[in-house]
């Protein structure tokens, strides 16, 4: 099983970002996704899932924000971030949800400043 998050990157206050993960290894289309973050000296917490209908799930700092989508024909989520914050600045994590507890891949680093 493989995540392979990117699209990170040094981004101004107000900027979007868009998140992908490329998943291989397992059924995508037959499983819920999401992306965690874990600021500096934080811990990892859910910024939104993706059930295989479509449908999604948000924490309440990222509604209306932050959009999460999937691609199953290119087994990729995605998650476009808009109206960054510097509290967003994170490590964002791209999760399956194989078992009862989530399977991460390797982060992706967001920096929000000016």
């Known amino acids: 099983v493989q995540l392979q998050a990117s699209g990170g990157g040094l981004v101004q206050p107000g900027g979007s970002l868009r998140l992908s993960c490329a998943a291989s290894?397992?059924?995508?289309?037959?499983?819920?996704m999401g992306w965690y973050r874990e600021a500096p000296g934080g811990q990892r917490e859910l910024v939104a899932g993706i059930t295989t209908d479509d449908l999604a799930v948000y924490t309440d700092y990222a509604k209306g924000r932050f959009t999460i989508s999937r691609d199953n024909a290119k087994t990729t989520v995605y998650l476009q971030m808009n109206s960054l914050k510097p509290e967003d600045t994170a490590v964002y994590y791209c999760s399956a949800a194989l078992t009862s507890e989530p399977y991460w891949g390797q982060g992706t680093l967001v920096t929000v400043s000016s």
């Open positions: 290894g397992f059924k995508f289309s037959f499983i819920a």
